[in-house]
């Protein structure tokens, strides 16, 4: 049997999760946490095989959590169970030691899947999240030259790539899935990092640079 912890802040995931694992004969749900804290506690008791981890919890992130779990020696296999599709998250998650990184909105066999692949000492990451991690280690091969803006935040180069696109700031906060508040900080960080006073300048910047729509 594969022991999990599932960790989430909503007790409907957990139940449907513990609901999902129970039916197959495989794995054992051995405990739940609310967030991260719970789950640094539990973890370090219950010693289970897969930690299922969501990210963005009250009391404490699945990121911190995540690496103070993975700083323990031996530590369980620690995959990402979340709604942030975001480049940060993912490569804060990836950082912290995650072995895996799926959306909610992947299938249960797609989630049991990738547990048992992730206890079994393998690296599982949902089809949208390859494609992200492909492009961001394609950016970076030999001969694509350096970063043209390194001031930038890997958030703040999302967003201006988003600009280059002709994306105004609602769209955006749709699709990063924050707040429109949120990305007119982004914005502003972003203007003042590239020495320009408007968007119209940032965007002739970022598309000088390749970034937004291709054969701009």
């Known amino acids: 049997m594969i022991s999990v912890l599932i960790v989430d802040d909503h007790p409907v995931v957990r139940d449907g999760l513990r609901g999902m694992f129970s039916g197959t004969g495989e794995f054992e749900v051995v405990g739940e946490a609310a967030d991260g804290a719970e789950a640094l506690t539990l973890a370090h008791r219950l010693r289970p095989d897969v930690v299922l981890m969501d990210l963005r919890m009250p009391g404490g992130g ?37 072995r895996g990184y799926l959306l909610k909105e992947s299938s249960s066999e797609d989630i049991i899947r990738a547990v048992r692949s992730v206890a079994h000492g393998e690296a599982v990451f949902g089809p949208r999240i390859a494609d ?9 091969a030999p001969g694509r030259g350096p970063d043209p803006f390194p001031q930038l935040t890997a958030r703040e180069r999302e ?24 990305v007119r900080n ?28 291709s054969g701009t």
């Open 62 to 98: 699945g990121a911190r959590a995540t690496a103070r779990i993975c700083a323990t020696q031996p530590h369980p296999a620690v995959l990402v169970l979340t709604m942030s599709d975001d480049n940060d998250s993912v490569f804060a998650a990836l950082r912290a030691g995650a």
């Open 132 to 140: 992200r991690l492909v492009a961001f280690f394609a950016a970076a």
């Open 159 to 182: 967003i201006l790539d988003f600009l280059a696109q002709g994306c105004d700031n609602l769209t955006i906060a749709r699709r990063l899935v924050v707040s429109d508040k949120t």
């Open 186 to 213: 982004h914005v502003s960080a972003v203007l003042t990092k590239l020495q320009v006073a408007s968007r119209a300048e940032a965007v002739a910047l970022a598309r000088d640079a390749g970034l937004g729509p």
